[in-house]
């Protein structure tokens, strides 16, 4: 089992910048891949940023986010960070952090969530 808390949401300006936190605990060496996503009202939960475990740590972004968010870990703290910068209003969701694990069939952990709010 794999428990996650997000935080570090809230209410920022446009063109403004935010970091959320994702702490993980329980069996965190089973977990391969870290990734962030996001749902607005009425849409589809998006992914966002994927980050490997491992030494390497490959990353990947949607385009949407390419350039502007970037997703980093610290491994003596567990924790996986979304820094967030050049905010626009459409960057409002709840936006949550997964985590995958492959010790049988690929399970993905879910945080609660952390509401990001843009106002323009």
């Known amino acids: 089992q794999v428990q996650l808390v997000e935080s570090g949401g809230g209410l920022v300006q446009a063109g403004g910048s935010l970091r959320l936190s994702c702490a993980a605990s329980g069996r965190t060496f089973n977990i391969k891949v870290m990734a962030w996503y996001r749902q607005a009202p009425g849409n589809q939960r998006e992914l966002l940023a994927t980050l490997t475990s491992g030494s390497g740590g490959n990353t990947n972004y949607a385009d949407s986010v390419k350039g502007r968010f970037t997703i980093s870990r610290d491994n003596t703290k567990n924790t996986v960070y979304l820094q967030m910068n050049s905010l626009k209003a459409e960057d409002t969701a709840v936006y949550y952090c997964?985590?995958?694990?492959?010790?049988?069939?690929?399970?993905?952990?879910w945080g609660q969530g952390t509401q990001v709010t843009v106002s323009s």
């Open positions: 997964s985590a995958i694990t492959y010790t049988g069939p690929p399970y993905s952990y």
